[in-house]
């Protein structure tokens, strides 16, 4: 696998966007690159903790079952906006901080979410009891200072994710996300298409301001129907440099491949529109019953794809049967291992320092 990533070197172009450091222009350039080989495999929360486990040093369910981390991991910011030592998932910001630095140094990549709370209601981002949250943060809006000192503990955030010598770590930023469905306070029935790309807007702005330069940003709506309803509430091609999509398996294997072939069939054909990466930023099947289902079933579709990347989500210690990729013993462990051993997925092991080179 090593070997194929060698024709990273050397060869990029740089991204026309030079408030970016060179590190996330390099990123980018390789992660458009990467798609023509395979895609690179991530999982939410992967060090932090998973079945049986919680904060160990060095440990990972992925790890255990295959011997490697995975190319990405994602973290959410949620609850970093309350000035909170720790995430709405118990996972200390410090800690973070520490694996992005460290993941980054071992050649990884980073992408952080953000189930940001309600500025309205002081809730979370599941409150959609008021249907105008968007409206009041948007500037001239009520709630427009708090939102603000919000984004500003974000950018604080990003800004400290760097190395001892002072490199910021790129981070792959996916907030606002699956905003075609209703259960987010930012979701389509709670903000006109306009209101949500003034908050991308006025979000894009603030890390401009903050001199966050270390940021790529992830569009990812959810269930996509056609190119047209895709760019209904798109923030841009001035802002957004990866187009995603969520999609997760909640029934019958033909209903998750019918759904993510026409997600992906977007995607590429906005891939080339608008020349642009393009990633399944968030999937998978809870508890992975089907014990071929990384081979048969996610790879079987995703291989036919240029995408970048592809993320699961995570192994959840505090809630039983809500975990996405095998441990130990579980049904899928052998299927994963496969999975790991095809050549089109990259691993950490994968990458060395392919990604920033
Ligand atoms: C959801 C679930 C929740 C979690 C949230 C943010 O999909 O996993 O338990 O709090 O993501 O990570």
Known sequence: VFVAMCMFTGCCTESADKTKTPETQ????????????????????????????????????VKSVCGDYPAIFSFDLGKIEYG?????????????RHEIVNHFERGGVVTLSWHVGNPVTGSDSWDVSDKNVV?????????????????????DFINACQTTNGTKVPIIFRPY?????HWFWWGRPYCTAEQYQQLWQMTYNKMQEKGATNILYAYSPQDLIDTNDYLERYPGDAIIDILGVDQYRFTSADDYATKLNTDLQVLEALSKTHNKAIALTETGYECIPDSVWWTQSLMSIIEQYPISYVVVWRNAVNRPNHYYVPYPGQASEQDFVNFYNNPKTFFAKDLKQAMYK
């Open 135 to 155: 409206e009041t943060i948007l500037p001239g809006g009520k709630n427009h200072d708090t939102f603000s000192h919000w984004l500003d503990n974000v950018a």
């Open 84 to 96: 909170a030592d720790s995430n709405l998932d118990k996972v200390p910001f410090e800690r973070m």
């Open 26 to 61: 390099r990123l980018l350039t390789n992660l458009t690159k990467i798609a023509e080989q395979g895609f690179l495999f991530g999982h939410h929360d992967d060090p932090m903790y998973g079945i049986t486990w919680y904060l160990d040093d060095d440990r990972s369910d």
């Open 177 to 181: 996300h699956e905003n075609s469905g």
